[in-house]
């Protein structure tokens, strides 16, 4: 893969970085703005400007195994068990969900 933008930079006694001039423009980020590491199995990492949604890494990575396995894999996919399909409804009868909605209290996972 060829570069576009081949930078440098040095790390300080306080482990903080100045990212290069060149490379916040091609991320298109400027004073204030934000950025996102993302570390991949090989050890290399990648710097994006950061969305306004973060997204979780380990559920990122998660999903990323589960669509490589399911693309090496693909007679071991099959069909969603029905029973367990009728349970969730069953479960979850009545219930409304509005993932933009805020979670009152302390949230344990």
């Known amino acids: 893969m060829a570069a ?7 790390i300080t006694a306080k482990g903080q970085t100045t ?9 298109g980020v400027s004073y204030g703005g934000d ?11 990648n710097l994006f400007a950061a969305a306004e949604e973060e997204t979780d890494p380990v ?8 669509a490589r396995d399911m693309a090496r894999n693909p007679s071991q996919i099959s ?5 367990l399909a009728e349970r969730m409804t069953t479960l ?4 409304t969900v509005d993932f933009n909605e805020d979670i009152d209290g302390d949230v344990t996972l």
Do not use: C, H, N, W
Not at 4 to 10: A, D, H, I, T, Y
Not at 19 to 27: D, G, Y
Not at 79 to 83: Q, S, T
Not at 92 to 95: I, K, L, R, S, Y
């Open 79 to 83: 069909a969603f068990p029905a029973g």
């Open 4 to 10: 576009l933008v081949r930078e440098r930079s040095k």
């Open 92 to 95: 979850t009868a009545g219930m």
């Open 59 to 66: 559920i990122d990575g998660f999903l990323t195994f589960l």
């Open 19 to 27: 990212i290069p001039k060149a490379v916040r423009q091609a991320l």
């Open 35 to 45: 950025v996102a590491y993302v570390i991949d199995e090989g050890g290399r990492v």
